[in-house]
């Protein structure tokens, strides 16, 4: 049986390298701003500065060697609360609680009404004769603290945890609106377009074009504003809105340093385990 020989086949020459000149690196240019560019940015870095030397006097900001020539005062002072005083932990775990409560019912109501006003703020889905008033009336809601709506509301309803509930509504419907709305406005505009081509009207609009889009970041300002609500509903017991914010200021009033130094250990573990807890939620819906 005679054996056949195949012919061997050539490899195909590979094309030469390509020699790259030794003064190709003299040739890359880098790329520079323009002169206005510049000039907006060091101008920008001046006024930044020109506010922190105009706001130094105010804010007494030569004072702050204080903190280094007097530390033993705030030494003293602070160890006082280094003998905490759990005594009464069941008292202050159920005012906890409470401050709870009116953190959710707060946060709960001021994220269902935000929606419309961010709607009605957003200047890509509504005009201009609405959404400037709107967004004058949410800033308002934003600017007074949640104490200054925690005082009328106690002045109309009573002591308790209802005006609390009442002043982190209003005042977080206004920070809602502000956040919902500049999740609105960059939205991709294309969905809707698509759905107006069909002839829906503005609703559908919004309904089928807008909300699904920016659903995701709602919840994750929603849980984020629940946690800071949390610590917001603390204080506004120091005004006789529930909670232990009360029972705190008492303490502090009563110079009773140890069962003060308890009660903000449960105030932050009870922060801690919401930061935990909306954490998950977060990465579970976002």
């Not at 002169?35 to 006024?47: D, E, H, P, T």
């Not at 500065?49 to 706001?55: F, T």
């Not at 698509?194 to 609703?203: D, M």
Request: charged fraction near 15%.
């Amino acid at each position: 049986m005679t054996a056949v020989t195949l012919p061997a086949q050539e490899s195909p020459a590979l094309p030469p390298a390509r020699e790259i000149p030794d003064h190709a690196d003299a040739e890359i240019a880098v790329p520079s701003h323009t002169l206005a560019r510049r000039a907006r940015g060091w101008m920008l870095w001046l006024v930044i500065i020109a506010l922190l030397v105009w706001s130094w006097g105010p804010a007494e900001m030569s004072r702050a060697g204080s903190l280094f020539t007097d530390w033993r005062n705030m030494a003293e002072f602070g160890s006082a609360f280094l003998r905490p005083d759990f005594r009464d932990w069941g008292s202050y775990l159920a005012d906890m609680i409470v401050t709870i409560q009116i953190a959710i019912w707060g946060t709960a109501l001021a994220a269902m009404l935000g929606v419309p006003f961010a709607i009605l703020s957003s200047s890509n889905v509504s005009p201009q004769w609405i959404v400037q008033p709107v967004r004058r009336l949410m800033d308002a809601c934003r600017a007074m603290n949640e104490i200054v709506f925690a005082l009328l509301f106690i002045v109309a309803v009573g002591l308790g945890p209802f005006a609390g509930v009442m002043a982190l509504f209003v005042h977080n419907t206004g920070v809602f609106s502000k956040l919902y709305s500049e999740a609105v406005e960059a939205i991709d505009p294309r969905p809707v377009e698509g759905i107006r081509a069909t002839g829906a009207r503005r609703i559908p609009e919004v309904v089928f074009g807008v909300i699904p889009q920016v659903v995701p970041l709602w919840t994750s300002f929603i849980l984020y504003r629940l946690e800071t609500n949390v610590r917001s509903a603390t204080t506004l017991g120091i005004v006789g809105a529930g909670g232990i914010g009360q029972s705190l200021y008492e303490s502090i009033r009563a110079f009773r340093y140890a069962e003060t130094a308890a009660q903000l250990i449960v105030v932050v573990a009870a922060v801690i385990v919401m930061d935990l807890i909306s954490a998950r939620l977060r990465k579970a819906l976002v």
